[in-house]
């Protein structure tokens, strides 16, 4: 969550109990690593309160938790060997910007709910706050359609030889939690200058997949950064390591990966990100050096500042493939 987020969560007089999330799904520290794991996929969640027998909260178990615990071969582990019980709370009293500066200040990608009395009456993400958001957006729609409007003519407006728009994501190593960030905010650039929803669509699953390689195989995670002029969007995904030892197999034969099995167990590393990319980009790029790194770059075509013609084919004028 970004500082211009926090400033206008600031501006929002809500409680966390009134986005937080009630219905909490909860293991013990009794509960086995495999249970955990099934259950983090039936119900798609990236970690859950750990509570003891009499209902008390005692810690917080992540994915990265379970991730790091099935690559020590910890397969027979408990949640109470793995869970962090290092606990960062939120009141349900207490107002958002409260639990924002706290998501900003520790990394934490959910904040266990307690009330006055110190029991766990929720949860909060990132994500219940941004749907707080929302609702405020739509009681603001008049000034959204505005800034929209103004950000849709930044290419037009300005007068420049070489006008273009440059957003820069650092992505961490096996950050699950937050995974897609970087992805998502690349959408919303997009279609804030107006680019075609299916462009935009496209943009976004070839950010997503680059996204997702940097978090399951970059040693030290990496950088993408996105450059948006009037006529194309460009993105270039860098890290420094390890490299990948086969490229032709890489690039050629879909299901391909070198994929740990523990996180292939998680849902992720199929071997199909590359080829969704390639599938969603009108160039791409991919050079890489064993234990140097890697560098792919895409190209997608935008062509979302002229107007359609009254008698041509409207989508082809907007880039649509």
């Known amino acids: 969550m970004g500082a211009q987020e926090i400033t206008r969560v600031q501006k929002l007089e809500f409680r966390v109990g009134q986005v937080m999330t009630r219905n909490?799904?909860?293991?013990?520290?009794?509960?086995?690593?495999?249970?955990?794991?099934?259950l983090m996929r039936k119900h798609r969640i990236s970690g859950a309160p750990v509570v003891n027998d009499d209902g008390d909260l005692v810690g917080v178990i992540s994915i990265e938790d379970l991730v790091r615990a099935l690559e020590e071969g910890a397969f027979n582990a408990f949640v109470g060997e793995r869970m962090s019980?290092?606990?960062?709370?939120?009141?349900?009293?207490?107002?958002v910007d409260t639990a924002a500066q706290k998501f900003q200040q520790t990394g934490v990608g959910?904040?266990?709910?307690?009330n006055a009395w110190g029991e766990l009456v929720g949860i909060l993400t990132k994500g219940d706050i941004t749907r707080g958001l929302l609702h405020e957006?739509?009681?603001?729609t008049q000034d959204e359609e505005i800034c929209r409007y103004r950000a849709s003519h930044i290419f037009r407006d300005v007068e420049s030889d070489d006008t273009s728009l440059l957003l820069r994501y650092k992505v961490a190593p096996r950050d699950f939690t937050h995974?897609?960030?970087?992805?998502?905010?690349i959408k919303r650039a997009l279609t804030r200058v107006g680019a075609d929803p299916q462009i935009v669509r496209r943009a976004a699953i070839a950010s997503y997949e680059a996204e997702m390689n940097l978090i399951i195989h970059a040693d030290h995670g990496g950088q993408i950064t996105a450059e948006v002029d009037s006529s194309e969007l460009k993105l270039t995904v860098e890290d420094d390591g390890p490299g990948i030892a086969d490229l032709r197999r890489?690039?050629?034969?879909?299901?391909?990966?070198t994929t740990p099995p523990e996180i292939?167990?998680?849902g992720f590393g199929a071997g199909m990100g590359l080829k969704n990319i390639r599938k969603c980009a009108d160039q791409m790029r991919l050079e890489s050096q064993v234990g140097q790194g890697t560098t792919l770059g895409i190209t997608i075509r935008l062509h979302v500042f002229e107007p359609p013609s009254a008698s041509g084919n409207g989508n082809a004028q907007r880039g649509k493939p």
């Open 24 to 38: 909490v799904i909860t293991v013990t520290p009794g509960t086995p690593l495999s249970e955990l794991q099934e």
């Open 85 to 95: 019980s290092n606990l960062i709370t939120v009141r349900e009293a207490d107002a």
């Open 110 to 114: 959910r904040l266990p709910v307690v």
């Open 137 to 140: 957006v739509e009681a603001e």
């Open 179 to 185: 995974g897609g960030n970087a992805s998502s905010r």
């Open 250 to 257: 890489a690039l050629e034969e879909p299901g391909y990966t």
């Open 264 to 266: 292939r167990q998680m």
